[in-house]
């Protein structure tokens, strides 16, 4: 099990950012990321759809022996992860808008977050909220349209300039003082971000919290890989390799990436 590799999935490149954070804490692992670009974005879907979509993707990843799955997605996390549990037995290791630092740390009592309509409109999110935040103000944003321009290589135009001045204006309006990125595509967007907002805003998402979390639970169950062989890093994509290949920085010369049709 130890040299099985990590599965990783996402609607999109999104998730790439979550592999990073996760490469980098555990080198050793072999990895497998799936990018459903073509069925992206998930956030703007039904429930039925997205868990539907997330049941594939995870019966993918376990086709290919993976020992661990992480949904490197808020909106199939926080729709889809209570499912996949129960149906399947693997650990499974979700990420969800991190509002519980924001709430602890917040000196203007108000917080903003910027997410997918399907993550804000779940039940996990409306819970987790009313758990850590009932003393705070929330300014809850959906990020209509962000994804599909990040999916497109759109980062840098007049487009998302638009949409991230309508999204954020309000929240600066209401004097927020931690910005929680809640979708795995957002991270990309944070030097864009920074041009909206303060310097004194705090922007906050949680893909160090889940690598440290697949690491500890990697490690209770004596699943790390502690061989010294080479890992292998495979990335699959329904789309264009090009755009995938683009997110991965540095890592692109080791990593295999490759067209898959599903
Ligand atoms: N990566 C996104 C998925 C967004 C989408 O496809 O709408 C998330 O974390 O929610």
Redesign the pocket.
């Known amino acids: 099990m130890k040299t099985q590799p990590i599965g990783i999935f ?3 490149i ?2 790439t950012s979550i592999w990073k954070e996760i490469h980098e804490l555990l080198p050793n692992e072999s990895t497998i990321y799936l990018a459903d670009s073509k ?7 039904t429930q039925n759809d997205i868990l539907a979509l997330s049941v594939k993707n995870t019966e993918y990843l376990l086709s290919r022996g993976c020992k661990i799955i992480v949904v ?6 926080t729709n889809a992860i209570n499912y996949l549990r129960e149906n399947y037995h693997v650990p499974f290791i979700g ?1 969800e808008p991190a509002i519980k630092p924001a709430a602890l740390n917040s000196s203007t009592g108000v917080v903003g977050v910027l ?5 804000l409109t779940s039940s996990l999110f409306t819970k987790t909220t009313a758990l850590y935040a009932k003393d705070r103000k929330v300014i809850e944003q959906f ?1 209509d349209g962000l ?1 599909p321009l990040i999916e497109a290589g759109k980062i840098e135009s007049p487009e998302m300039d638009a949409l991230l001045q309508e999204y954020l204006q309000p929240m600066i309006a209401e004097n927020i003082d931690h910005l929680v990125l ?5 991270p990309y967007l944070i030097p864009k971000i920074k041009q909206f907002l303060p310097p004194s805003v705090n922007i906050i998402d949680s893909g160090k919290a889940v690598a440290k979390q697949t690491q500890n639970i990697l490690d209770n169950l004596h699943f790390l890989n502690d061989t010294k062989k080479r890992p292998a890093l495979e990335f699959y994509t329904n789309t264009d390799p090009d755009v995938l290949e683009s997110f991965l920085g540095v890592y692109r010369d080791v990593a295999t990436i490759s067209y898959l049709h599903f």
Do not use: M
């Open positions: 996402d609607s999109g999104g998730g069925h992206a974005p998930y956030g703007e879907k490197a997605c808020n909106t199939a996390t990420i997410a997918t309509r399907g993550t990020g994804v809640g979708c795995t595509h957002y």
